[in-house]
Each structure stands twice: as C-alpha cells, then as structure tokens.
C-alpha cells in the first residue's frame, strides 16, 4: 500500500520553470476571432442559477430525472488563456427534467486549484496541455485537478471526475463542493479515472494510470460505495488511458503507443507533451480477470490511438474465451496534440476522425483480430443494462462538418452488421455526448446536448432510439451558450 500512495504523488514530477508553448498571446487571438463557433471554448463568467428553459413537446416519462453533465468551462483568467481543450476548470451541471419543463444549473467545482487562483487573479498551475512562465511546482497531482472530465453519483455524492488524481465530491442537489473523495487512507490522492463502469449488479469498477510510475491502479467498489478492493499493478511502457471496459469475468484494456517520458516532463514539458508515440508497440490489450488481479493476458492489435470504448462481451469458443470489445480508433494521436489546442486560439483544423472499430481478443490462442466500421464516431454510449453482456446498438457522435471544429449529428450504430441512424442538427450545431436512457421493455431514448453556436444557445433534445432520423420528440432550449462539456450521466428521479 506504501507503493500505491506513492503512485499517487509521482504522477507528475515538479516542472522546472518552462516557457508556455509559444509566445504567441492565445488569449488576444480568441477574443479577435469572429467565428461563431468560439462560444463553445469560451469561458463562463460565473455559476449559473436555476434557469428555465423553453420546451418544444413533451420529455417523455422515462427520462424525468435529472442529466448531470461536466466539462472544462474556465478556459482563461488574467488574461492567460490556455492552450488545450482539456486544461479548463471543470463546471459541473445538473437539467432537470419533468415532462414540458426543464431547468438547468451550472456550477464551478471549487478545487483547491481554483479557489487559490481566482482569488490571485492569474494562472498559477500548469495544465494537462499548458506550460506558463512562472507557474507553481506541482507537488502532487491534486494541485492541478480541475475536476472536469465526467460525473458518477455514488454513495450520496456527485462525484467530479479528472484523470489524474482525486475525484471531487459535490452535493447532488445544489452541487455545493464538499472536498476531495478519499476511498482509504493509503489511496489519498492516488488516480482516480474518469470512466468507472457500473456492471449490471451495481458494482463500480475503475481504474488509475501512475504514469511516472509505470502502475496501473485498480478499483472495486459496492453499489452504496464502498470500496472493496484496490491495488495496484506494474505494467511495462505504461501509456495513456482515458477508458475500458468490462465483461462478466474480465476487465479490458485498449492501451495505445502513447507512453510517458520522465525526462521529457523533467525538462518542462507539459504532461501531454511528456507523451512519445511509439507505433512499434501496437496497440496492446490487457486483459485482467476480475476475481483474481494477477491473472492477465496482453495481446497485440495494430498501432492505433483511442479515447473512449463502447461496451465488451464475451463467448466461449472451441479456441477458448473470446472478447469482443468495440471503441473509437484513430490511426495516431496527432488530434489531441493539434486539433485539440488550435480551438483554444479560435482556430480550425480538420483530419479525418476516429471510426468505429470491433476488436476480438482470443484468450485462447492469445491473438487479437479487428474490424474497421466505414462510421466515423466518438462518445460511445449503449444501454446500461447490456454492460459487459452482448450488444447491438452503440449511440454516438457522428459528421464532422466543414467550418465546425467537432460532430454535428447524433447516430445509433449496429456493431455488428455496421448498419446506422442519425440525425444532423443545423449546420452550426456542435454535438455532445447523448446518452441511451432504457424505458421498459420497448427501444428506450436517446438524450443529450447540443451547442448551437449561430443562436448562442445550447440545447437538451430527447429522441426515440429507433428513430433518430425522425428528430427530437422534445427539445428545451437554453437563454444561453454553454461551452463544449465533455461526459455525463442520467439519473432517473
């Protein structure tokens, strides 16, 4: 246990004092931008009350509840701006819905990183992606937690989820911060992942990257919330992972030739551009049986990148247990080092996006075989009732557009017949992630957000999962834009 608190605290070595990325002044750049679709990296003033929305039909009754979403929303402050996406305060928000109303909220997680720099009026960390002159040296990961990745209520709290570090507890109801989640004495600090599964018995399970350390943490925690197990496991050339999966037996990982550099971060790079792409590790899949954590099989799968995965099954075979898992792939990670700055300056630059991808792990003969699906994708979401158990239908993001940095339509894919639905919202919509929200026994929901950056407005859409083309059944419009989020989850009321 000794071992896995260190993993916490070496995360990230302190910086040396390192210039920002350029000289270039971001901020001055993005304010003179006049593309309309800036608003959606632009940073929110304030919290924001209980607002009334204005709604077309009718939110059918199984998604009255409330939809927590978070994503980056403080962007710049003193006139520094950051130079990545991923940088932001995290500002979590809550929609209520119930019927022909909804009502939104929107509120800063007070970090201990925010509140010391908004009362300094300046910058005064560096950030997953930005390196300023003169910023503090990081003595442990939470230093620099900004809270902004994904949500999980759990155990009485709504939980603010980052990559790095600790998750952040917030009142449900008010989302009020109440302080860092502590899950055991010796797991202070320690990484928590922003993407726990829930398996169909409510067991969470998750994960945390110590990539200094080369450890990979592992969590098991009961539906109530308390932690069951949690260990951590060495893994050689240990790269960056922002997701996985889980079957009945096994948890799975897709893990991408990213790999952290020491010396590289010692020198003052960022922590992202610590990372060094080695395509001739492929991309490995570890494969770890649930019950016993020292039992595990790593297979080979051609080079790739990926952030998110959608679901994975398994069957027995007369070659022994395959796993089926699908996800998002990318041939190589330039988008998270180009694309994913150049916003943060108003800028636009286009490549072709991650397509769905259905991978098949033996563990039997130990070889691993994938299938490309001709659907460029992102945000997988399915039925949260199918977790880890055979599946046809992933939600997910789709079209990206000329003139927009991101989606601009909303699709539900077969994964195995490579079938799809989708509606495209107006030519200057961005889409966020859209959950599946189950109904009984018929084809369920599709619910989430989407930004139309022509009206400033963003806007909450509610879909029949077997007829997205048809458009939204209801849809509750916002007096105002919110910037780009990035996760969120549906809680029924």
Same mark, same amino acid.
Request: aromatic share 8%; net charge neutral; glycine share 10%.
């Given at each position: 246990?000794?071992?896995?608190?260190?993993?916490?605290?070496?995360?990230?070595?302190?910086?040396?004092?390192?210039?920002?990325?350029?000289?270039?002044?971001?901020?001055?750049?993005?304010?003179?931008?006049?593309?309309?679709?800036?608003?959606?990296?632009?940073?929110v003033?304030?919290?924001?009350?209980?607002?009334?929305?204005?709604?077309r039909?009718?939110?059918?009754?199984?998604?009255?509840?409330?939809?927590?979403?978070?994503?980056?929303?403080?962007?710049?402050?003193?006139?520094?701006?950051?130079?990545?996406?991923?940088?932001?305060?995290?500002?979590?928000?809550?929609?209520?819905?119930?019927?022909?109303?909804?009502?939104?909220?929107?509120?800063?997680?007070?970090?201990?990183?925010?509140?010391?720099?908004?009362?300094?009026?300046?910058?005064?960390?560096e950030?997953?992606?930005?390196?300023?002159?003169g910023?503090?040296?990081?003595?442990?990961?939470?230093?620099?937690?900004?809270?902004?990745?994904?949500?999980?209520?759990?155990g009485?709290?709504?939980?603010?989820?980052?990559?790095?570090?600790?998750?952040?507890?917030?009142?449900?109801?008010?989302?009020?911060?109440?302080?860092?989640?502590?899950?055991?004495?010796?797991?202070?600090?320690?990484?928590?992942?922003?993407?726990?599964?829930?398996?169909?018995?409510?067991?969470?399970w998750?994960?945390?990257?110590?990539?200094?350390?080369?450890?990979?943490?592992?969590?098991?925690?009961?539906?109530?919330?308390?932690?069951?197990?949690?260990?951590?496991?060495?893994?050689?050339?240990?790269?960056?992972?922002?997701?996985?999966a889980?079957t009945p037996?096994?948890?799975?990982?897709?893990?991408?030739?990213?790999?952290?550099?020491?010396?590289?971060?010692?020198?003052?790079?960022?922590?992202?551009?610590?990372?060094?792409?080695?395509?001739?590790?492929?991309?490995?899949?570890?494969?770890?049986?649930?019950?016993?954590?020292?039992?595990?099989?790593?297979?080979?799968?051609?080079?790739?990148?990926?952030?998110?995965?959608?679901?994975?099954?398994?069957?027995?075979?007369?070659?022994?247990?395959?796993?089926?898992?699908?996800?998002?792939?990318?041939? !190589?990670?330039?988008? &998270?080092?180009? #694309?994913? %700055?150049? =916003?943060?300056? @108003?800028?636009? /630059? +286009?490549?072709?996006? *991650?397509?769905?991808?259905?991978?098949?792990?033996?563990?039997?003969?130990?070889?691993?075989?994938?299938?490309?699906?001709?659907?460029?994708?992102?945000?997988?979401?399915? !039925?949260?009732?199918? &977790?880890?158990? #055979?599946? %046809?239908? =992933?939600?997910? @993001?789709?079209? /990206? +557009?000329?003139?927009? *940095?991101?989606?601009?339509?909303?699709?539900?894919?077969?994964?195995?017949?490579?079938?799809?639905?989708?509606?495209?919202?107006?030519?200057?919509?961005?889409?966020?992630?859209?959950?599946?929200?189950?109904?009984?026994?018929?084809p369920?929901?599709?619910?989430?957000?989407? /930004?139309?950056?022509?009206?400033?407005?963003?806007?909450?859409?509610?879909?029949?999962?077997?007829?997205?083309?048809?458009?939204?059944?209801?849809?509750?419009?916002?007096?105002?834009?919110?910037?780009?989020?990035?996760?969120?989850?549906?809680?029924?009321?």
């Amino acid at each position: 246990m000794r071992r896995l608190a260190a993993a916490g605290s070496a995360l990230v070595l302190p910086s040396l004092s390192a210039r920002a990325n350029d000289d270039e002044n971001w901020q001055a750049q993005f304010e003179a931008s006049t593309t309309p679709w800036k608003s959606a990296f632009a940073t929110v003033a304030g919290d924001i009350p209980l607002t009334a929305a204005t709604v077309r039909g009718r939110f059918p009754d199984a998604v009255a509840g409330t939809l927590y979403r978070i994503g980056p929303a403080g962007h710049d402050l003193g006139g520094q701006r950051y130079h990545h996406w991923f940088d932001g305060d995290g500002m979590a928000h809550r929609f209520v819905i119930e019927g022909n109303e909804v009502h939104h909220q929107g509120r800063y997680v007070a970090t201990a990183k925010r509140v010391a720099e908004v009362r300094a009026g300046r910058l005064l960390v560096e950030g997953f992606g930005t390196m300023f002159p003169g910023t503090e040296p990081v003595s442990a990961p939470d230093s620099m937690n900004v809270a902004n990745i994904n949500v999980l209520l759990i155990g009485g709290d709504l939980l603010a989820l980052w990559e790095g570090g600790s998750a952040t507890r917030m009142d449900p109801r008010t989302l009020e911060t109440r302080g860092l989640k502590t899950w055991r004495a010796d797991l202070a600090g320690v990484p928590f992942s922003a993407h726990p599964r829930i398996d169909i018995d409510g067991t969470v399970w998750n994960f945390g990257v110590s990539s200094s350390s080369g450890l990979l943490v592992l969590y098991e925690i009961a539906p109530d919330g308390t932690l069951r197990r949690a260990d951590a496991l060495p893994v050689s050339e240990l790269p960056m992972i922002h997701d996985f999966a889980v079957t009945p037996r096994h948890l799975v990982f897709l893990m991408p030739p990213l790999v952290y550099d020491v010396q590289r971060k010692a020198a003052g790079m960022s922590f992202l551009d610590a990372h060094v792409w080695r395509p001739e590790l492929g991309m490995r899949a570890l494969v770890i049986d649930k019950k016993d954590w020292t039992r595990r099989r790593m297979l080979a799968l051609p080079s790739g990148f990926l952030f998110h995965l959608g679901n994975a099954w398994e069957e027995e075979t007369a070659s022994g247990t395959v796993v089926h898992v699908d996800y998002v792939r990318s041939p !190589d990670a330039s988008s &998270v080092f180009t #694309r994913t %700055r150049e =916003v943060m300056r @108003a800028r636009l /630059l +286009r490549g072709p996006g *991650p397509r769905l991808t259905v991978a098949s792990l033996n563990l039997g003969t130990g070889k691993a075989t994938q299938v490309e699906l001709p659907v460029e994708a992102e945000f997988p979401r399915m !039925d949260p009732r199918l &977790v880890g158990l #055979r599946h %046809r239908q =992933v939600v997910h @993001a789709a079209q /990206l +557009r000329d003139g927009l *940095p991101l989606w601009g339509a909303i699709a539900r894919t077969d994964v195995e017949s490579g079938a799809t639905q989708r509606f495209s919202y107006g030519s200057q919509t961005l889409v966020e992630e859209h959950l599946f929200v189950p109904d009984g026994n018929g084809p369920g929901w599709v619910l989430g957000t989407a /930004l139309d950056a022509g009206q400033r407005k963003t806007v909450l859409s509610c879909f029949a999962a077997d007829a997205l083309a048809d458009g939204p059944v209801a849809q509750a419009t916002l007096p105002y834009a919110l910037p780009l989020g990035l996760h969120g989850n549906f809680v029924a009321a």
